[in-house]
């Protein structure tokens, strides 16, 4: 592929895929279930959680800068099945987000132009009245940042990284204009919690949406083969951005709670608490300001999961796991264009759905990224050895650290308790009902597509999905088997 992004573009990549339109919608529903205090604490501990997987992450896209990220690293650390299986659920998590980033705009519009937007109703969905202007601009939406991707990572990677300046300057735009004005005052952030809510109760509720609020990090080593620097500087581009999403984050929460009372704000039952507290203290300008912000949100978020979406789809096609149509790169752009294609094809469906039946959709899939979190830091895991261990002559740079070992067991331990809090009943961010029949529809679709894969699959060795993969014969340290292996053969010769 074309090795045209730069390091700023790739920050804005994981930058602008973390905030989307949570960041500016969500705030008064984040301040109901923590109040300031849990809801500022829960994001600053979730950033750190991330940070500890984002180790793992830098140390495997260095290793290994090839498209796929996620499902590289789960066929490196653990075989094909596990391999088909994360880029499977990956690619549910990153279609769904593209369909979401789209419905979004939508409602921005809906919410600012009503009389407008509310016109042509068609019919109503999970009690959401859908209209035909907002399935027009969400189409419009997806064909454009389709077009934009296919005609290559530059002019996407520059598209992207100037929408998050302007998302940037909106933000602090807001901050300054609200903490600055002589009708707010810090007072309107008391009490710190929700009432009859322990702090460790308020924390844990907001951190159980980390791995929701920072999708979009994980987005860099899908692009990793298209870097035009070294894949040694990913791990500070990506803390950098979860770094950079926190502050975000905080500045709206800061900027609605100070604003006026938010116990009040957050049980008015208002469609868009973000904007009553905001123009209520800067008027027609906030209004302005949001929509700035929601636009370039939505789009980094659009064009960023376009990107990721569409290179796990050439990866798995790549390994054959899907028919190998989807490896083929344009021939003048040098892109992933029926990955793209695909994904496009497959969210057109989404706006004629509604939005509050694809939610049920999309909050699923933060177990697909979930799980990718952990096949990553398992990997990690497994390559990483401890620094008094004696060195394998073939050791990969960097592999011997007791203390990287240590995180990348932690970052395994935080994915699976984060999946926890997904999955178990009546934890603070367990599924719903509907999401939960929707993820056992994706795993009964993805066991009946592997077995109708199976055959050919058996037709490729290891080696030859290695190659195709990773573009090379992996390194010896990482063939785990053959080297568990070959102990066990030492043993039996020395017996």
Same mark, same amino acid.
């Given at each position: 592929m074309a090795k045209t992004l730069k390091p700023h573009w790739v920050f804005a990549i994981a930058l602008g895929s973390a905030i989307g339109w949570g960041a500016f919608i969500l705030p008064t529903d984040w301040l109901s279930t923590g109040g300031p205090l849990g809801t500022l604490s829960g994001f600053a501990i979730g950033a750190g959680l991330m940070i500890i997987i984002a180790i793992s992450y830098g140390f495997l896209i260095r290793t290994f800068p090839v498209s796929g990220g996620e499902l590289a690293y789960a066929l490196i650390g653990y075989g094909r099945i596990h391999s088909f299986f994360a880029g499977w659920f990956l690619t549910l998590?990153?279609?769904c987000i593209v369909a979401l980033n789209a419905s979004a705009l939508a409602l921005l519009f809906r919410k600012i132009m009503p009389s407008v937007i509310e016109?042509?109703?068609?019919y109503t969905v999970a009690g959401w009245?859908?209209?035909l202007p907002e399935i027009l601009i969400s189409t419009t939406a997806?064909?454009?940042?389709?077009?934009?991707n296919i005609r290559g990572t530059a002019l996407s990677g520059r598209i992207q990284f100037w929408a998050c300046v302007l998302m940037i300057l909106a933000v602090i735009a807001i901050f300054i204009s609200v903490v600055a004005s002589p009708d707010t005052h810090f007072t309107n952030m008391s009490p710190a919690l929700p009432d009859g809510v322990s702090p460790v109760a308020a924390i844990i509720a907001i951190v159980a949406i980390a791995p929701w609020a920072f999708i979009g990090f994980d987005n860099v080593p899908q692009a990793a083969e298209e870097f035009d620097f070294s894949p040694s500087k990913a791990l500070r581009l990506i803390i950098l951005a979860i770094v950079a999403a926190t502050a975000l984050y905080m500045a709206m929460l800061v900027s609605v709670s100070v604003a006026e009372p938010w116990q009040a704000l957050a049980n008015s039952g208002s469609a868009w608490g973000t904007a009553d507290a905001v123009t209520g203290v800067i008027g027609g300008s906030g209004l302005? =300001?949001? *929509?700035?912000?929601?636009?370039?949100?939505?789009?980094?978020?659009?064009?960023g999961f376009y990107v990721s979406a569409s290179r796990v789809l050439m990866a798995m096609g790549r390994a054959e796991m899907i028919p190998p149509v989807f490896s083929r790169l344009h021939h003048k752009y040098?892109?992933?264009?029926v990955g793209i294609i695909a994904v496009l094809l497959v969210c057109l469906i989404s706006p004629w759905f509604g939005r509050a039946a694809l939610t049920w959709v999309v909050d699923m899939s933060s177990i697909g990224v979930t799980i990718a979190y952990l096949y990553t830091c398992l990997c990690a895991f497994r390559i990483f050895r401890p620094t008094h261990e004696?060195?394998?002559?073939?050791?990969l740079p960097g592999m011997y650290s007791t203390s990287k070992k240590? =995180?990348? *067991?932690i970052g395994a331990v935080v994915a699976l308790i984060f999946m926890l809090l997904l999955l178990v009943p009546g934890s603070p961010g367990a599924l719903g009902k509907e999401s939960l029949i929707a993820l056992a529809a994706w795993i009964v679709i993805g066991i009946i597509f592997f077995l109708s894969r199976i055959r050919h699959n058996r037709e490729l060795t290891d080696v030859q999905v290695d190659r195709l993969v990773l573009g090379d014969v992996r390194p010896a340290v990482t063939r785990f088997h053959e080297r568990a292996q070959m102990r066990k053969d030492g043993q039996v010769h020395r017996e």
């Open positions: 998590g990153y279609i016109q042509g109703y068609l009245d859908v209209y997806l064909v454009v940042f389709a077009f934009l302005l =300001l949001l *929509a700035i912000a929601i636009t370039m949100g939505v789009s980094t978020g659009l064009n040098k892109t992933p264009y004696a060195r394998d002559p073939e050791a240590v =995180l990348s *067991a």
